[in-house]
């Protein structure tokens, strides 16, 4: 079981940014996971932001694409989350999640499904 922390969360106006930070620990072998955030908002589903897979091939929701940036630290496992000229429609609970190696390089990076282990959540919220 890898164990996965997030943190960066807060409240910003809408046009600035965020830098989230998963960090990932525990499980075994850490290094190149596949790794996504997911965010969702009470009384709507999940929605998968962007991923990451072993070969550092990323993905991105349509909705968030060319405003965030996923990268990675290979060398202490940590996972972020670059997010710029945020709206309000990107206030959510932000989770980070993460599984073994995996070479998807299309949607099914943001797909619930794959992922085994999920951090507890950091809160973002975007003001107008």
């Known amino acids: 079981q890898v164990q996965l922390v997030e943190s960066g969360g807060g409240s910003v106006q809408a046009g600035g940014s965020l830098r989230l930070s998963c960090s990932a620990s525990?499980?075994?072998?850490?290094?190149?996971?596949?790794m996504g955030w997911f965010r969702q908002t009470p009384g709507k589903e999940y929605e998968g932001v962007a991923g990451?897979?072993?070969?550092?091939?990323?993905m991105y929701a349509d909705s968030v694409k060319d405003r965030f940036i996923i990268t990675r630290d290979n060398t202490n496992n940590t996972l972020y989350l670059q997010m710029n000229s945020l709206k309000p429609e990107d206030s959510a609970m932000y989770y980070c999640a993460a599984r073994g190696r995996c070479w998807y390089t299309s949607s099914t990076l943001l797909s619930r499904s794959i992922y085994d282990d999920w951090g507890q959540g950091t809160q973002v919220t975007v003001s107008s």
């Open positions: 525990g499980g075994g072998t850490t290094t190149r996971l596949c």
């Open positions: 990451i897979n072993t070969a550092d091939t990323s």
